[in-house]
Nanobody, 123 residues
Framework: VQLQASGGGLVQAGGSLRLSCAASGRTYSIYDMGWFRQAPGKEREFVAAIMWNGYATHYADSVKGRSTISRDNTQNTMYLQMNSLKPEDTAVYYC?????????????????WGQGTLVTVSS
């Protein structure tokens, strides 16, 4: 499966953005999906994950309550709605896919990655 993330941009603190991850491939609907981010000089970190059928989701504590992950399997697309953005949310955001809903916060467990989209939050 090929993934392409989009929707990043420059936003003021307190603002919102919705990231999208478009997937190609007929078997997209069976993949569990995740969002990760990497800020300059920092390691890639887990943001959120969603099970293939949308029945389970998980969030990093840093975004919990401010972000919502969702997916539309009819459109082969996953979303990350981010609200109340903070300057510390500034990073390149990546989407990723894997075949099991296990160790979803472990970037090394994912099989496929998108190219990333930059989110910049100004103070």
């Amino acid at each position: 499966v090929q993934l392409q993330a989009s929707g990043g941009g420059l936003v003021q603190a307190g603002g919102s953005l919705r990231l999208s991850c478009a997937a190609s491939g007929r078997t997209y609907s069976i993949y569990d999906m995740g969002w990760f981010r990497q800020a300059p000089g920092k390691e890639r970190e887990f943001v959120a994950a969603i099970m293939w059928n949308g029945y389970a989701t998980h969030y990093a504590d840093s975004v919990k309550g401010r972000s919502t992950i969702s997916r539309d399997n009819t459109q082969n697309t996953m979303y990350l709605q981010m609200n109340s953005l903070k300057p510390e949310d500034t990073a390149v955001y990546y989407c990723a896919a894997k075949r099991d809903y296990y160790r979803m916060n472990d970037s090394t467990s994912y099989d496929y990655w998108g190219q990333g989209t930059l989110v910049t939050v100004s103070s």
